[in-house]
């Protein structure tokens, strides 16, 4: 079946109408084949809130907004929701900001309520700050503790200005001065150091040396600890208390012998203190020293051996 020209304008323009008029009834949020629920909510400002705004559950889209209206001091926003999603008792609705530029939509917070919601039944409408809004509720309270750092820096600056007479600040000049010095010192040091780098470096060998030797031997010196060890535990387990005891008793007569000879008790200390007894012992000894000596010399004086009967004499 064929269509005249007219025929087939004529349906071209009626579908071109069809479309604008859905298109139309689109952005009011109206659809001509929409098999969507209505809901009401109440708000006291939708802050721009505009129609066909997205009304969203967890950030997913489910409807729009199709009407916005004043009523009774009011604003009367109509939202029209998929069918597909069941609003149950409690469920609320909130005018939210989606990004930076303040752009507004409607959020659904599902209730938990065991009936579903009726067709065109009211919604329970709030507000929840923007972005911006939020943002400046955190800064503001920073901007106050700016201002009282600035003004406690300010402050201070003062008494750092009041502090910095030309005396303070002839101390600080010399202050400086003399930590120039002590850098140059430590440079100067520095360069000591770096010169006897070899001299350190022999030092750390040696070292090194020492604390392998001693690894070495660790066993001889565990040995020789166990002996120190040994030698103590003797020590501390003899009767040292009793062997002072002794000593003191022994040093105690001794000094008794001692005082009883100073004031010429007994044989001991008469003999160390009479001087005639010494002088006599001194005769006698040389006496049997010159008896000894003759003896010696002429023994037939003294002693007499006969042989045969005969006694022989002595001529001198």
């Known amino acids: ?174 202050s400086v001065a003399a930590l120039e010095v002590t850098m140059k010192n430590f440079s100067n040091l520095s360069a000591k150091l770096n010169n006897e780098s070899n001299q350190l470096a022999s030092v750390i060998r040696n070292a090194n040396s020492i604390t392998s030797n001693l690894a070495a031997n660790n066993q001889q010196i565990t040995n020789i600890m166990h002996n120190a060890e040994g030698i103590s535990n003797q020590l501390a387990n003899a009767p040292l208390e009793q062997t002072i005891k002794d000593l003191q008793a022994t040093v105690s007569q001794l000094q008794g012998v001692i005082s009883k000879v100073n004031n010429n008790e007994g044989s001991l200390g008469m003999m160390v203190n009479d001087k005639q007894l010494y002088n006599n012992l001194s005769e006698t000894l040389k006496t049997l020293n010159l008896l000894i000596a003759d003896l010696n010399a002429h023994p037939s004086r003294y002693i007499n051996v006969t042989i045969f009967g005969k006694k022989n004499k002595d001529t001198h």
């Open 1 to 174: 079946m064929k269509f005249s020209k007219e025929a087939r304008i004529g349906l071209l323009v009626a579908l071109a109408l069809l479309i604008f008029f859905a298109g139309f009834y689109f952005l009011k949020g109206s659809s001509l084949l929409s098999r969507e629920n209505t809901y009401y909510a109440y708000f006291d400002d939708v802050q721009g809130l505009q129609s066909s705004s997205p009304v969203q559950i967890k950030g997913l889209g489910i409807g729009r907004v199709a009407k916005i209206e004043f009523s009774k001091e009011k604003v009367k926003v109509t939202l029209s929701i998929s069918k597909k999603v069941k609003l149950m008792e409690g469920t609320t609705v909130k005018l939210i900001a989606t990004d930076l530029l303040n752009t507004k939509a409607l959020r659904l917070d599902l209730g938990s309520g065991s009936n579903e919601l009726p067709n065109k039944a009211e919604l329970q409408g709030s507000q929840e700050g923007g972005l911006l809004d939020n943002l400046s509720g955190e800064i503001s309270p920073l901007i106050t503790d700016i201002r009282k750092v600035v003004a406690t820096l300010d402050t201070v600056m003062l008494g750092v200005n009041n502090m910095l007479n030309t005396e303070t600040r002839e101390h600080l000049k010399n």
